[in-house]
């Protein structure tokens, strides 16, 4: 079965970096698009980056554009998000979210997602 | 970039109710229109994909439908697990975007 298990979540202190990882199994990870999507807490669900199956396209939400970068390793199966320049309101649960195509289809599954608190 | 709107934003219904929630686009997505269920300390499930196809697992009761800019969510004879909140999200074009959420209290 398709699981995806993110981690790397922490308290930051605002201005600093953190990476966050989500490891896949039970298919095949170099076929799909993978997404990074988040959830303040107590609000909705923020979209924030999604890497082709290749690897060869990313593209960014505009509230992190410049500061974050999606990346992956078809050879290990996981996905990868290096943020930088945190701030306040990048505090979120972060879900790793698998593309039911190669980049431009429903997100079919959904990891349980980590914790990232920007705080001093 | 595509706005979504959901209505309503909060529902209280009783068991065995019908449930109707809507889902409008600020411009067309064809039918590239997806529904997922979110309930507390949960990650979302997907529901219903392309406005209408039920997703692998998901009950019966909850059918989709629409096109362009103008989507439902049903949830028919509602359940006490139903309890939670309901998202739809666009995978028409980039950036990606997803409804405010609507949330169903079961009394």
């Known amino acids: 079965q398709v699981q995806l298990v993110e981690s790397g979540g922490g308290v930051v202190q605002p201005g600093k970096s953190l990476r966050l990882s989500c490891a896949a199994s039970?298919?095949?990870?170099?076929?799909?698009?993978m997404h990074w999507v988040r959830q303040a807490p107590g609000k909705g669900l923020e979209w924030v980056a999604v890497i082709w199956s290749d690897g060869s396209s990313k593209y960014y939400a505009d509230s992190v554009k410049d500061r974050f970068t999606v990346s992956r390793d078809n050879s290990k199966n996981t996905l990868y998000v290096q943020m930088n320049s945190l701030r306040a309101e990048d505090t979120a649960v972060y879900y790793c979210a698998r593309d039911e195509g190669a980049s431009a289809a429903a997100i079919d599954y959904w990891g349980r997602g980590t914790l990232v608190t920007v705080s001093s | 970039e595509i706005v979504l709107t959901q209505s309503p934003d909060f529902q209280s219904v009783t068991p065995k109710e019908k449930v109707i929630i809507t889902c409008r686009a600020s411009q067309s997505v064809g039918t590239s229109l997806h529904w997922y269920q979110q309930k507390p300390d949960q990650s979302p499930k997907l529901l219903i994909k392309y406005a209408s196809q039920s997703f692998s697992g998901v009950p019966s009761r909850f059918s989709g439908s629409g096109s362009g800019t103008d989507f439902t969510l049903t949830i028919n004879s509602l359940e006490a697990e139903d309890a939670a909140t309901y998202y739809c999200?666009?995978?028409?074009?980039?950036?990606?975007?997803f409804g405010q959420g609507t949330k169903l209290e079961i009394k």
């Open positions: 039970g298919f095949t990870f170099s076929s799909y698009g």
């Open positions: 999200h666009q995978s028409s074009s980039l950036p990606r975007t």
